[in-house]
């Protein structure tokens, strides 16, 4: 008699983080407008998604695609339960965010010395000091703050990141009292084992930290990494409306994972996220359209497997 094998732990309910309007169009050739922009967001939430990185306060001339984020925070409609967050590089972009309004701001370091030097020329712990500043306006405005660890999977200068590199950066977010944390692979560089190994120890060490994980589709290992992020016990995923995005400052980076593939993996394990699949499918259709850009989104292309037997047996009725 069959019974379900055990051993791998799978939770009953995952969060999801869109990050299309953000991670996704940041890279696209064409600049959507604000009011394109406010329609992908109102669908977003529309779909039933609870956080959602809404642009971010960079230098505009550095990514000429977030150079509105300020008209868009200041116009969109805010619905209750839903959390607006956006992607600050310093104490000015975190005023600016302050200023139009946002109360949830996600700071951003890479792991990797040579990456950091060779950006930006200073070492990641010499960056981290940049944060007090804004730590202490975080403080006094009311805003929390989401720290995120790009490279933390492996950088282009670097290869593999030791565990040790990784830890060290997290405990300089502790000490700023930033405990809801990101591990990020714009490179596409994560495996699943690396992600549950590394996973583990972190949820282990750290058990006050709230995990996020932030995977690009760069090699198709994306959504084993979020696997092997569940069976490390990491509930929180970052994911891309149809897979749009790569990085401006990687080469040949390609999207994230496509936030409706991850929703569609999930459902289809009796895994619950919240959210209503169909919708989100709609959103990423829109962003394709908006764009120009397909992205990579397996089950925009190839349907969802209920929709599949639905099909058949509409073709069998009618036969
Ligand atoms: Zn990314």
Request: charged residues 20%.
């Amino acid at each position: 008699m069959y019974t379900a094998a055990t051993g791998m732990r799978w939770p009953n309910q995952v969060a999801i983080c869109e990050v299309g309007l953000r991670d996704g169009l940041q890279n696209e050739k064409k600049v959507l407008s604000v009011d394109e922009k406010l329609e992908l967001l109102d669908m977003v939430t529309g779909s039933g998604i609870k956080i959602i990185e809404v642009g971010s306060f960079v230098h505009p001339k550095a990514v000429p695609q977030m150079a509105d984020t300020e008209r868009v925070v200041r116009q969109m409609t805010r619905m209750a339960g839903v959390e607006y967050r956006v992607l600050v590089p310093n104490l000015k972009g975190l005023e600016r965010a302050y200023d139009a309004g946002i109360t949830k701001a996600k700071l951003t370091i890479s792991v990797s010395e040579s990456h950091c030097i060779n950006n930006f020329n200073q070492t990641p712990l010499e960056m981290m000091k940049g944060f007090v500043p804004c730590v202490e306006y975080a403080a006094k405005h009311n805003i929390k703050l989401s720290g995120a660890l790009s490279s933390a999977w492996g950088c282009a200068f670097e290869g593999k990141i030791p565990v040790q590199q990784i830890e060290k950066i997290v405990l300089e977010y502790l000490k700023l009292g930033i405990t809801e944390l990101s591990l990020s692979d714009a490179t596409g560089m994560a495996n699943p084992r690396q992600v549950y190994e590394i996973g583990s120890y972190m949820v282990k060490t750290f058990p006050q930290v709230k995990w996020i994980l932030h995977f690009h589709n760069t090699r198709d290992m994306a959504l084993s990494n979020i696997i092997a992020g569940l069976q490390a016990g990491i509930t929180t995923f970052d994911g891309a409306f149809a897979g749009l995005g790569g990085c401006p400052y990687i080469p040949g980076a390609s999207g994230n994972i496509a936030t409706e593939d991850v929703i569609h993996m999930l459902h289809e394990m009796g895994i619950a996220t919240g959210i209503d699949l169909p919708k989100a499918m709609d959103t990423a259709r829109k962003a394709q359209q908006m764009t120009g850009s397909q992205g990579e989104s397996h089950v925009l292309k190839a349907g969802r497997c209920e929709d599949l037997t639905n099909e058949k047996a509409r073709n069998q009725n009618n036969r």
